[in-house]
C-alpha cells in the first residue's frame, strides 16, 4: 500500500481501503492516511497521521494517530495478542500489548476520521503510546 497512493474521498472508500487490506499480501496489511483538509505544519507536511491495519486471518485491526498533542493507539480486548507487528511500505511496525479492535470497528474509526475532517476518531479508546508502559 505504500507505494500506492490512494484518495479517499468517499466513506465507501473508506470500506474499499479496508477490503484491500483484507484481500492483500500479509507484507501489505497498514495504511497511512492523511486528511488533506487539514493545516500542514510545514509546507507539504502534514500535522497528523492516521495508521490502519488489519489481520485478515484473526479479523483484527489496530490504529495509530500521531498529531500535536501526542501519539496514541487504540486500546483492544485483554484477550488481543501481545506485540502483534503489522507491515507498512516495506517495515514491520510493532504495537503494544492489547491495542487489536475488530475489523468493523476499524472501518467505522476510518469513518469518522474522513467525516470529522481528519480529528482522531471518537468511535474507539486509545492509550499514549509512550515508551514508557506506565504512563
Given at each position: 500500500m505504500g507505494d500506492r497512493p490512494h484518495h479517499l474521498n468517499s466513506l465507501e472508500d473508506g470500506d474499499a481501503l479496508i477490503d484491500e487490506l483484507l484481500a492483500g499480501p500479509e507484507d501489505e496489511n497498514l495504511a497511512q492516511i492523511i486528511h488533506l483538509g487539514r493545516e500542514r505544519v510545514n509546507p507539504g507536511w502534514p500535522d497528523h497521521e492516521l495508521q490502519v491495519g488489519v489481520n485478515k486471518d484473526l479479523r483484527v485491526g489496530v490504529l495509530s494517530f500521531a498529531d500535536g498533542s501526542g501519539n496514541y493507539v487504540t486500546v483492544g480486548t485483554p484477550e488481543s495478542r501481545s506485540s502483534p507487528e503489522y507491515h507498512l511500505g516495506g517495515h514491520w511496525v510493532h504495537f503494544r500489548d492489547q491495542?487489536?479492535?475488530?475489523?468493523?470497528?476499524?472501518?467505522?474509526?476510518?469513518?469518522?476520521?474522513?467525516?470529522?475532517?481528519?480529528?482522531?476518531?471518537?468511535?474507539?479508546?486509545?492509550k499514549c503510546q509512550c515508551l514508557d508502559d506506565d504512563q
Open positions: 491495542v487489536e479492535i475488530s475489523v468493523e470497528l476499524a472501518r467505522e474509526a476510518v469513518k469518522e476520521f474522513l467525516v470529522s475532517g481528519g480529528k482522531r476518531p471518537a468511535c474507539v479508546l486509545w
